[in-house]
């Protein structure tokens, strides 16, 4: 590594803080220089491959011709304008796009800065929407095991254990938490799930303004797969007692989980939904709520006539002309095979991690690979056994997991299986 690294890195330790970390970091970050492909370049001339996907943005991977042809463009006519009072043909033409995109009925994009951010503004849209009907609708109902973001609106959804809950104590608005969904994409609908959920609902429904969930996967909170018939109770049961449902697809959206949006697995259309993360293919930090036609006219007519939300970087020009470029890549190209071919990839590659020693359970879903082990992973030692065969992976908690770029090939997936199974080893 060149000689001034030792000095970058010594100022990164000083001065810059990393996610989820304490200052200084506990282990300084490997540096890096340049991407290409599948592949990140690190400063003392590694090149390895990323597993992560950047936390499951770059599905077409690094410096992808067409994208970076598309920024560089929109940079040469403008880099952004302020949305208030103005618009721009990327802004209406990429919200266009992700109506036809979605499930049928929703009508309308809100343009937000980052996913937690597009989650407030959900929740917003929500208690608008319901404030229109009857202001003691306050709460929100969701499942434990969740992951919806950082900010104060989306931490009180996330799982009230495994979440940052006990840190912030009394400065959370307290939400009701149903059970998680059970586990297994095949599972048929658990009744007794089922019936508890119906009864939180029922007992709390004079209070809720709405139900949120991450549909089918279940990310950050723990990387679980739940059966599409869940997600259609769910539609059915804000029905049956006014609410609305929010959708949480930031991590599953744009094909990941293995359909286009997750809530496609089981044909149900969220009154409301989140998209972030794949949204601008990795290149710039963008998110959207959209909403159904009837959630418009609530909060417009009833619910205090305007949206009172407006980031200063809404709706931004080179974050829109990403999202338009790695749309267009998605829907013109074969994302759906190649997620099903990255599925047969992981369950093939990751099914050797079944038998290792302390092992919980491995599972697979879309472009998504998991091994839960039964104890808190040594990130150090998993991080460093993935590195020695050439792969970038970040576990956390008891999950050593991966959901690689989808132009991943199969000699390189095949690298990257093989990584997992020496990081839970070793981990
Ligand atoms: C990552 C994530 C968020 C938060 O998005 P940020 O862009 O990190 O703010 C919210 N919900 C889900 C399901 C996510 O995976």
């Known amino acids: 590594m060149e000689a001034r690294w030792s000095e970058l890195i010594a100022a990164d330790q000083a001065h810059v803080w990393h996610p989820y970390g304490p200052m200084p970091a506990a282990v ?32 077409h991977g690094y410096r992808h011709p067409v ?29 266009q796009r992700l109506v ?27 208690l608008q929407a319901a404030m229109a009907r009857d202001p003691g609708r306050t709460r929100l109902l969701t499942v434990r095991g969740g992951y919806h973001g950082d900010t104060f609106g989306a ?29 297994g994409f095949d599972a048929p609908l658990d009744e007794a799930w089922a019936a508890e959920v119906e009864r939180l609902a029922e007992r709390h429904a004079g209070e809720l303004a709405a139900v949120i969930v991450e549909p089918v996967v279940q990310g950050a909170g723990g ?25 949480d697809e930031i991590a599953t959206g744009f094909g990941r989980s293995g359909t286009l949006f997750a809530a496609d697995h089981a044909g149900v259309t969220p009154d409301i939904l989140c998209l972030g993360k794949a949204l601008t293919g990795g290149y710039m930090t963008m998110a959207a709520t959209l909403c159904t036609r009837a959630v418009a006219d609530a909060i417009t007519e009833h619910g205090g006539g305007a949206l009172m939300h407006g980031p200063t970087f809404m709706a931004n020009p080179l974050a829109c002309a ?7 890549l998605l829907l013109d190209g074969g994302w759906a095979a190649d997620v099903a071919r990255i599925e047969r990839g992981l369950r093939a590659g990751l099914a050797d991690a079944c038998d290792i020693d302390g092992v919980r359970e491995v599972r697979v879903q879309g472009a998504i690979g998991v091994v839960q082990l039964d104890h808190d992973v040594d990130v150090a030692a998993a991080t460093a056994a993935a590195l020695e065969r050439g792969v970038w992976i ?20 095949a690298t990257v299986t093989g990584a997992v199974v020496a990081a839970a080893r070793a981990g």
Do not use: N
């Not at 220089?33 to 599948?38: L, P, S």
């Not at 990403?322 to 267009?328: H, K, P, V, W």
């Not at 970040?394 to 000699?411: A, E, K, Q, S």
């Open 67 to 95: 994208m970076d042809a598309a920024v560089s463009e929109q940079l040469g006519r403008m880099a952004h304008v302020m949305f208030g009072g103005l618009t721009h043909e990327g802004a209406i033409t990429l919200a």
């Open 100 to 126: 036809a995109m979605t499930p049928d009925g929703l009508e309308h994009a809100f343009f937000a800065d980052s996913g937690s951010v597009s989650v407030e503004v959900a929740i917003k849209m929500a």
């Open 28 to 59: 300084a970050p490997l540096p890096v220089v340049g991407a290409q492909g599948v592949r990140l370049q690190l400063a003392d001339g590694r090149e390895v491959i990323d597993g992560m996907a950047s936390w499951w943005c770059a599905v």
């Open 223 to 247: 990387m679980r797969i739940h059966s599409p018939a869940c997600v259609r109770f769910l539609r059915e049961c804000c029905d049956r007692h006014g609410l609305l449902l929010i959708l």
């Open 155 to 183: 931490m009180a959804v996330c799982d009230p254990v495994g979440g940052m809950h006990h840190l912030f104590a009394g400065t959370l608005r307290e939400h009701v938490f149903a059970p998680r969904p059970p586990d």
């Open 322 to 328: 990403a999202a338009l470029a790695s749309t267009s």
């Open 394 to 413: 970040r576990p956390f908690r008891d999950l050593v997991y991966v959901m690689p770029p989808y132009i991943t090939g199969d000699d390189d997936l």
